[in-house]
């Protein structure tokens, strides 16, 4: 399952988590963003658990891209503890983004 991000549950959702959270930025009119989403959506069923999907729309949540430097998007943030763990910014594959959580999982647990 895939959770939507806005600034009021940004905080229960994302800091206060204790999985893995990837918080994808997005706004509904880039194409590379809607590229992603698919990609996303087929990792969350394979990271059910372990990682905790979720989306943010930058033209709703501005404050929310604006608080963590998102100028380009797609950006990628994976928070951990409340913390920043690693920052993607771009499209990615399937593959590179499967690669990189896994890295991510192993460090961390």
Request: net charge negative; aromatic share 12%; proline share 3%.
């Amino acid at each position: 399952m895939i959770v939507s991000i806005s600034k009021d549950n940004f905080e229960d959702e994302v800091l206060n988590s204790q999985h893995i959270v990837l918080v994808d930025f997005y706004a509904d009119w880039c194409g590379p963003c809607k590229m992603m989403y698919p990609i996303i959506r087929q990792l969350s069923l394979k990271y059910t658990g372990d990682y905790k999907m979720t989306t943010c729309d930058i033209d709703k949540q501005i404050e929310l891209a604006q608080r963590y430097g998102v100028l380009s998007i797609p950006t990628i943030i994976i928070f951990y503890g409340g913390k920043i763990i690693e920052t993607f910014i771009g499209s990615m594959s399937i593959y590179e983004l499967d690669d990189a959580l896994s890295e991510i999982m192993e460090k961390l647990l």
